[in-house]
């Protein structure tokens, strides 16, 4: 464990220095590690931990996408790939990365293989947190630990791809063996995290749910409809509005800031661009606090949670949530977004040439 001073507070995080890959290795040499579910966490973690040299399997619904994505990233039937219900049996670590609404109508087949001594893995705090919602109530026997890296699958597994790692939370939500701590860093450490930072499950979940609802995602998409129907209500072409909101914002701006700093973005850009972002950055931020706010409430009340059980559960939730991508897709701002990016690989290509 290392203490880290973050802008002058100080805080307890885990490195591969201090928690190395052999260690990890060596502390979970005796587990079946079982991976339930494979949408966009479970192949990340999956192929990253086997990648890592830990024993790992999986379990997926068989004639699903799921299972032949599964299959293609060469986990193999009768082998390292099973039923869930198979995998449950066989893992000692049972990770639980179905949809979190998948996992309520999945939790009484899993807990039937939660048998004493085994642990559970979650990589989001929602099924403890709002039980009384979910019923995800684990026996008194078993460790409940929790993982979550902080951001997409995809990511993660291209990140360790390319030799670096995703930060990661973790927590302890019950310690029967009084070993779950480790347990939850050595998994950190196997899923391919950067830096690994203890939080618990409430607070894992409150933030988690916050930030995609708010900048991650859906302030950002918010923000960008806002500014793209703007400029084009007072005349910009297409090209235009869609330069000055999406492209600039993620091909030059947001890698600058991601690289050294809000403050090297803004030394980079005009004394104009820094002016006039200085002097309207608290005008975004007034404006919005009362929003962030009412989102956090609909949060820590349970509203949040109980939203996306009822919508996520539905049995045409896919089919909806497509039509719903869908109208995203085909507006004219993401249209024009997809004709940027066509002329973006164009004019790398003329580059490479
Ligand atoms: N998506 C991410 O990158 C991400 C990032 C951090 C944490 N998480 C957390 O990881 C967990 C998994 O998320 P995800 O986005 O990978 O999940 P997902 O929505 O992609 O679903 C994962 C799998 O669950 C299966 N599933 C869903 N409902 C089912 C049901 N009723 N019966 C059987 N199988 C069912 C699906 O077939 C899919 O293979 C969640 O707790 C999520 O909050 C996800
Ligand atoms: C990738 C995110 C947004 O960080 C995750 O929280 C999720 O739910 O998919
Ligand atoms: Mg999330
Ligand atoms: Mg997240």
Not at 106 to 135: A, E, V
Not at 214 to 221: F, K, R, T
Not at 301 to 307: H, K, P, T
Request: aromatic share 8%; charged share 25%.
């Amino acid at each position: 464990m290392a203490t880290i001073n973050f802008g002058g507070v100080p805080e307890t995080v885990i490195t591969r220095d201090e928690f190395p890959l052999q260690k990890a290795l060596e502390f979970l040499k005796d587990e079946t590690i079982a991976v339930i579910g494979y949408g966009v966490q479970g192949p990340g973690q999956a192929l990253n931990m086997r990648d890592n040299g830990f024993h790992v399997i999986v379990g997926q619904r068989e004639g699903t996408p799921s299972w032949e994505r599964a299959i293609k990233d060469g986990w193999v039937p009768g082998e390292s790939l099973f039923s869930i219900e198979e995998a449950a049996d066989k893992g000692t670590i049972i990770c639980n990365l179905l949809s979190d609404a998948g996992q309520i109508a999945l939790w009484p087949t899993l807990q039937q293989y939660l048998t004493p001594g085994k642990t559970l893995y979650f990589s989001h705090g929602f099924g403890i947190t709002f039980n009384d919602q979910t019923g995800i109530v684990p026996s008194k026997d078993i460790d409940v630990i929790l993982v979550a890296p902080k951001g997409s699958g995809t990511s993660l597994r291209r990140l360790f791809v390319a030799g670096g790692g995703l930060n990661s939370s973790f927590a302890v939500y019950q310690d029967t063996s009084g070993k779950a701590w480790e347990k939850a860093i050595a998994m950190g450490i196997g899923v391919g995290s950067g830096y690994l930072f203890e939080t618990d499950f409430k607070k894992e979940v409150y933030s988690d749910l916050t930030g995609e609802r708010g900048v991650l995602m859906g302030a950002l998409a918010g923000i960008i409809e806002a500014q793209y129907q703007v400029l084009r209500q007072r005349g910009h072409s297409p090209s235009e509005a869609f330069n000055e909101t999406v492209e600039e914002l993620t091909q030059s701006l947001v890698p600058l800031v991601g690289e050294n700093g809000m403050d090297w973005m803004f030394a980079n850009c005009s004394v104009t661009a820094q002016r006039g972002a200085l002097d309207w950055k608290g005008k975004f931020r007034d404006a919005t606090l009362p929003v962030l706010n009412d989102l956090y409430d609909s949060v820590a009340s349970g509203e949040e949670a109980r939203r996306t059980i009822e919508r996520g559960s539905t049995p045409n939730y896919r089919k909806e949530l497509e039509a719903e991508l869908q109208e995203v897709r085909e507006s004219e701002l993401w249209a024009t977004g997809a004709t940027v990016r066509e002329l973006r690989s164009r004019s790398s290509e003329n580059v490479e040439a």
